[in-house]
Every structure is written in C-alpha cells, then in structure tokens.
C-alpha cells in the first residue's frame, strides 16, 4: 500500500513537472540573455553619453564593440567618425565616415560628419605645409558640398602654394561664381596674388589669365594693369601689352614704368 502511494506521490511530481514544462513552452520559453539588437542599443547608448561627456576614447571603444557585432551598423561608423573629429584625428575620422558612406550614403549625419572629417583634414594639412594632401581632402568634400566657397577659397591657396596656377585660377573662380559669400575678398584676392607669382615665375600665360579675372573686380589696380601689361610685353603679344600700358596711364598719368615701355 505504502509502494502505491509512493508511486501515485511520484506519477503526480512527474505530470507536475511536465505541466510546468509545457507552461513554460507556451510562455515563450526559458528566459534567455539580451537579444543582439539589445546589445548594440545598449553600447549605441553608452557610446553616445561618453561621447557627450568627452570622453572620446571611452566612446570609441563603445562603437568599436558594436562594429564587432555587427560590422555593417553604419551609425557606429558615424560615432566613431565624430569621435575622431572631436580628437582632430583627421585620418581616421575621414576613414570611418567614408565607411558610413559606403553603408548607408543617405543615412542621418552620414554626409554632414564625412564632410566635417573631410573639411577638418584638408584645414589641418593646409596649415601644416602637406599641400597635396590638402587639395584632395578638399576636392572629395567638393563632392559632398560643390557650393562651400571656404572650401574653395583653401584648395586655391594649396594650389598655389604648389605653383599650380591654372588649378588655383580655377578653384577661385569657382568660389565667386557661387557668391563668395564672406570669403569673397579672400578669393579675389586670392586671383591677385596668383597673377603676381605666376608673373614672377615667369609664367606669362598663367599671370595674365589670373590678372585678368582679377581686374573684372578691382578695375583701377594700378599693379595689376601694370603687371598684366609687363606679362603681355614677355609672352610677346605687344599690342594687348600697350593697350594695357595705356590703361596704366589712364590711371596715374605720371608711371614711369608705363611710359618707359610706350616709348621702346
């Protein structure tokens, strides 16, 4: 009797048992830990509020663990790209935004941190001598951004900077034909000393393409005539070169340099 019993006592735990099992079933299972997508909201977040707290290395780490979850997450890119910036870490900031770009070219901020990275980059090697370096970090944020007159104004310093008139005269043009905006004195400015070191290097052509768009500005620049006439007289044309003398004279009837020539 006792046996039967003790085998009901143990039929009743088994069913027991197996009505909690299936209970469990019908709930969605035993609890398991975060979902993927759980985790990388949660390091998503730590990494923005370290970012937030300047705490760049930290948040980078952060992004940096959700790219190894998921290598195709563009906004950790973006993240990471924003952290660099805050670093004036050029190179890598301009390596992940492009990746951003790559991934998600329409994605929120894709384009305005890409850019930034690029502008920031392209500042840094200006100020810093590295002048190639310079003109293409600006040309690819061109790319992003063709009406940025600042960015023009910068490519055709660093092409000057490397003697590469022609390229300059162009990236200052491009500047002013989008307004100019604050940086208009700058970049017409930018045409004049252009045309003095293209004269002084004895680059007649290159001097009286960039003198010339320069005066449809500044037209009683008695230095710019006077330059421009002296690039005519070299490359040979002497009847552009005694027209422009004339105009010289126009403006300060008394230039000897001016008349000196006239009189050859």
């Known amino acids: 009797m006792v046996a039967i019993q003790n085998m009901s006592r143990a039929s009743m735990a088994l069913l027991l048992a197996l009505s909690m099992a299936l209970a469990g079933c019908a709930g969605g299972g035993v609890a398991s830990g975060p979902s993927l997508q759980d985790q990388i909201d949660a390091l998503m977040t730590e990494g923005q509020q370290l970012y937030a707290g300047k705490n760049y290395d930290g948040a980078i780490a952060k992004f940096g663990e959700v790219v190894a979850r998921d290598g195709k997450y563009w906004q950790a890119y973006v993240g990471i790209a924003r952290s660099y910036i805050a670093k004036g870490n050029w190179a890598d900031a301009i390596a992940n935004g492009k990746k951003a770009y790559e991934l998600s070219p329409k994605g929120q901020d894709v384009i305005p941190v890409l ?100 005066l449809k500005f500044d037209s009683k620049n008695l230095s710019a005539y006077l330059n421009l006439a002296k690039a005519y007289w070299e490359s040979g044309d002497r009847s552009a070169a005694v027209d422009a003398f004339r105009k010289v004279l126009e403006i300060d009837p008394r230039q000897t340099e001016a008349l000196r020539f006239l009189l050859r």
């Open 115 to 214: 850019g930034q990275a690029l502008y920031g980059g392209g500042a840094d090697a200006l100020k810093n001598g590295r002048l190639q370096e310079s003109v293409s970090r600006f040309t690819e944020y061109l790319k992003l951004e063709p009406g940025n007159t600042s960015a023009w104004l910068n490519v055709g310093k660093a092409f000057l900077g490397q003697s590469q008139f022609r390229e300059a005269l162009n990236a200052f043009t491009q500047g002013l034909a989008n307004g100019g905006g604050a940086d208009r004195a700058e970049l017409i400015r930018g045409l004049l000393d252009g045309g003095m070191q293209a004269f002084s290097r004895k680059d007649f052509r290159g001097a009286i393409d960039s003198l010339r768009e320069y």
